[in-house]
């Protein structure tokens, strides 16, 4: 019985607005544009949380990256002729990663690539999360054996060989000929590890020389107190700095693991993610407001006649927000349909020049979808429909039927 009742709801609520289709889609289209934005910034949110791939680890993963002395001055990071001595400082660490990256050019399939690639070793595939599409990272023996192998995402594939299976094809860098042995998933560029990067070479085929200094990412062991491993850091750190005669700034107190890091950074997104999508929601929401505050109007004879046969305010109420509600799940249904395509036109003609072959987003986290999204969907229609089903709901049957305004 009560399933019947919502039924007869929307039964009446689809009615109207077949009879009144230029409101229904300009509530659509204006509903759709909102939800089109809300999904790209609860989904950026959502990356910027942690724990998303390849980040899955970020709770146990230090950075150690940049360095200043007692008195603010900039010491750098780890220099690469001295990386070995100061890995063998880390060896009660589960894995520990190296990396620079740089833009360079790339030859493939007979034609010039200009990349960000990422001069990595064997233990930045344990350390962060990638999912392999096709083939497998290079190991530490390809390191060792100096082998001329290269990791790419799905979207340089597409790019440079017109295929996502780039799995043994050629390209040339730095004058040799690398073989590609593993083709990664589209990362999004919220959650790379590396920057712009989307090609990852073996850290022992570098030609350009010094210059530079590595990041180091350590993956601290589970057994082991966080506190504890951010004591042995710091103490690795000072070792490396007091043997060349520099007193670095960097005691335990200030290590932090890159979820506590993205937590300090972004909570300025994060919070001005929340602002924004507030008012991608309330403008839209009373520009709708105005309109349905005239379409309701429309229909006050309609609620007047059946509150007369017995009808209550709730019963009115409901019978106009149900319309509401489904021009604004129908609206947020579109503007997740077209999120994504917005977002690849966005980075296409906006952002091109900066992302290159990286990803704003690298797919759909349903848990978005259905937590947030389909949530502010219901907010929106209440914020939008709630005031004109009230206003008429209340009214008196006399002062409706006589053509009273209040």
Sequence with gaps: MRLKKYCNYFRSAFYNIRQNKLYALFCIASTALTFIFVTL?????????????PMTNADRIIRLESFRDTEGERLGGINPLESNVFMESLEDFEYVSLHYDRLTNIVANGRLHSSWIAFVNADFWKVFDFEFLYGKPFSEADC???KKAVVITENVSRSFFSTPNGAGKKITLQREEYEVVGVVKVLSLFAAPTKLCTVWVPYVCDKFGSGYTYVVDVLTPPAVPLDESKEKLSQAVSHYFSSKNREVDFSSQKVETLSQRSMRMENLLQYGGMVALLLFLLIPALNILSFGIANTGNRAEEIAVRKTFGASRVHSFFLIIAENLALAVVGAIVGLALAFPAMNAIQS??????VGNSSLL????????FIGVLPAAIIFSLLSGG???YRIAKRP??????GGSK
Excluded: E, H, T
Excluded at 349 to 354: E, T, W
Excluded at 397 to 402: E, F, I, R, S, W
């Design 41 to 53: 910034i609860l989904q950026i949110i959502r990356i910027n949380a942690g724990s998303y791939p």
């Design 144 to 146: 060792a054996n100096r």
């Design 349 to 354: 003609s906006v952002m091109q020049g900066l």
């Design 362 to 369: 690298s797919g759909i986290d349903y848990g978005v979808i």
């Design 387 to 389: 005031i004109p089903a």
């Design 397 to 402: 049957v006399a002062q409706v039927l006589k």
